[in-house]
């Protein structure tokens, strides 16, 4: 693997190769097979076009700008915008290691998409029982299984359960606690599907991170003592691999579409906005209201239900 080296050390000043830290991030990153390539091809256009020794310290929003027009700016916004998603990753995580105190992409504008067909679709909420194939299927793992079931069932934020502590989880009373949005510890509560996966996946468990990784963490990159199982050496499963894992498995869905569509069939089931903000955590009813919209699912059935030619019971 290749290393970052010093190479300003008489003056006080740290180089970081460009080149040598993509290689250390792509053998650094839990990636699927898959995004390797993507990424590889990404970033080594990068490589090719600010130079492998350019300092990564110097790299400026302007010159990023620039790349992107070059490389992408005659293509769909969507590959435009995959593109600049790659480098902000790449980026983000040479800020999470200190190397860098802001990302030059973080201001970088994306390139508005026209909505097609296909997205507007994917734009509603999952039914529910695409949702609910999917974590019976054991063909999955019990980790993804207990993992999209309580997603849904909890209508939480998907980072806030990869922060759940087998401490902090009730089996019997079918709750746990998080650390919300904010800080502040909130309680969740889940049914009894969610609680039969998740007391399978803890089988005895008292400490530690609930959902793990694959494999330990490398000596370059150790996480905090609370992100590892004492028991195991794992770290937490990180958000950016449990997400490659339900897009591959939910054809091309973000974890956040298990919330959305958890309180979208709440509401389109008439429960009480004001029971589904206590739910879904939200702070105002206001941020609740993009959750609170029909599906065209159910705008259909409300239409046949009062055809005046439909047949009646």
Not at 205 to 218: E, I
């Amino acid at each position: 693997m290749s290393q970052v080296i010093s190479l300003k050390a008489a003056s006080g000043d740290r180089v970081l190769a460009l080149g040598a830290a993509i290689d250390e991030f792509l053998a650094d990153g839990d990636f699927m097979a898959s995004t390797v390539v993507v990424y590889e091809r990404t970033l080594e256009a990068l490589r090719e076009d600010l130079g492998a020794d350019i300092d990564a310290f110097t790299v400026t929003r302007t010159q990023l700008e620039a790349h992107l027009r070059a490389r992408y700016g005659d293509l769909a916004p969507a590959t435009y915008n995959r593109n600049l998603a790659t480098i902000g990753s790449f980026f983000s995580w040479v800020v999470d290691r200190d190397d860098l105190p802001v990302s030059p992409a973080a201001k970088i504008k994306r390139r508005k998409e026209r909505v097609t067909r296909i997205q507007e679709r994917q734009d509603q909420a999952a039914p529910i029982e695409g949702l609910r194939a999917l974590w019976r299927d054991t063909r999955h793992r019990l980790r993804d299984r207990a993992f999209w079931a309580l997603g849904y069932s909890t209508a939480a934020r998907a980072d806030e359960l990869l922060g759940l502590d087998v401490e902090y989880v009730d089996l019997p009373n079918r709750q746990g606690q998080i650390i919300g949005k904010g800080g502040d510890a909130q309680s969740i509560f889940w049914d009894s599907e969610a609680a039969r996966l998740l007391a399978r996946l803890i089988a005895g468990r008292t400490r530690g991170p609930v959902f793990l990784s694959d494999k330990a963490p490398s000596p370059a990159r150790v996480p905090a003592a609370a992100d590892i199982d004492p028991d195991t050496g794992r770290a937490r499963l990180s958000y950016r691999r449990a997400e490659e894992i339900f897009k591959e498995a939910s054809g091309g869905r973000t974890l956040h579409k298990l919330r959305h569509s958890r309180l979208t069939h709440l509401a389109e089931a008439g429960e009480d906005v004001t029971m589904m903000k206590a739910k879904s955590r939200h702070r105002s009813l206001r941020s609740l209201e993009r959750y609170v919209n029909p599906s065209n699912r159910a705008v259909a059935e409300l239409t046949a239900r009062h055809d005046p030619n439909r047949r009646r019971p």
